[in-house]
Nanobody
Framework: QVQLVESGGGLVQAGGSLRLSCAAS????????IAWYRQAPGNERELVAT???????NYVASVKGRFTISRDNTRNQVYLQMNSLKPEDTAVYYC????WGGGTYWGQGTQVTVSS
């Protein structure tokens, strides 16, 4: 069983930056695509950014130009660089991996809080 572990969340003032990391518990396990989701209290889980094994990326409109998703295949880690953070970015951020066999894996989430 592979687990995804997020890190890097925290409290930051509006306009600040955070970098989230997502690591697989088995470094040899490869994912077809990795995504970051977020869920704010009372809201549904929202897809924020996706990166494929080939490096293609996609973002939700509200974070384009501010967030950057990247992956280090040698370390089997994915990152979400978040700049110009806004209070509305406050949420629990989850890492999601889709394997080549179609399996879906979730991390436990990391809290991001942006104060105004």
């Amino acid at each position: 069983q592979v687990q995804l572990v997020e890190s890097g969340g925290g409290l930051v003032q509006a306009g600040g930056s955070l970098r989230l990391s997502c690591a697989a518990s088995r470094s040899s396990f490869r994912f077809r695509a990795i995504a970051w989701y977020r869920q704010a209290p009372g809201n549904e889980r929202e897809l924020v950014a996706t990166i494929t094994n080939d490096g293609f990326t996609n973002y939700v409109a509200s974070v384009k130009g501010r967030f950057t998703i990247s992956r280090d295949n040698t370390r089997n880690q994915v990152y979400l660089q978040m700049n110009s953070l806004k209070p509305e970015d406050t949420a629990v951020y989850y890492c999601n991996g889709v394997s080549w066999g179609g399996g879906t894996y979730w991390g436990q989430g990391t809290q991001v809080t942006v104060s105004s």
